[in-house]
């Protein structure tokens, strides 16, 4: 099973829309395989948006990443990266279609809600940065039968 990794911002806990968001992807049918509720260090922040550190935005990308909690997660499924990221929707929420997080409740770009890895290859490494392995629970719900052949 492929897995990603989530983050809902410090925007998206301050406007309370964490239950909301973990409910998309559940009822989806992703298996939450592993979640945090954490204040995010600059080290962590800076290690995350490293392959933005030579552009303009990334000391804002850091700001904005530790100025509040956040809620990190990994999501298990089969596509789950490239579904994740339709659910999620354009990176900048103007441009994101209605029915998607980031078209129902964003309204500017540098305030756009959650983070979803955009490769399999950028999950597993951001995966490996926000969690270890033990805290990450290998597990099949009862339900994961009607949902996968």
Do not use: C
């Not at 099973?1 to 049918?29: C, H, N, S, Y």
């Not at 789950?80 to 354009?90: M, P």
Request: no cysteine.
């Amino acid at each position: 099973m492929e897995r990603t990794f989530l983050a809902i911002k410090p925007d998206g806990v301050q406007r309370g829309l964490v239950g909301e968001i973990i409910r998309r992807f559940e009822t989806k049918g992703f298996i939450l395989v592993g979640l945090k509720f954490m204040n995010v260090s600059r080290e962590l922040a800076q290690a995350h948006y490293d392959v933005h550190r030579e552009r303009p935005f990334f000391a804002g990308l850091v700001d904005f990443i530790t100025s509040g909690p956040v809620v990190a997660m990994v999501w298990e499924g089969d596509g789950v990266v490239a579904s994740a990221r339709k659910i999620i929707g354009a990176t900048n929420p103007l441009n994101s279609e209605p029915g998607t997080i980031r078209g129902d409740f964003g309204v500017n770009i540098g305030r756009n809600l959650i983070h979803g890895s955009d490769a399999v290859e950028t999950a597993q490494r951001e995966i490996s940065l926000w969690f270890k392995d033990h805290e990450l629970v290998n597990w099949a719900p009862d339900i994961k039968s009607w949902l996968y052949e």
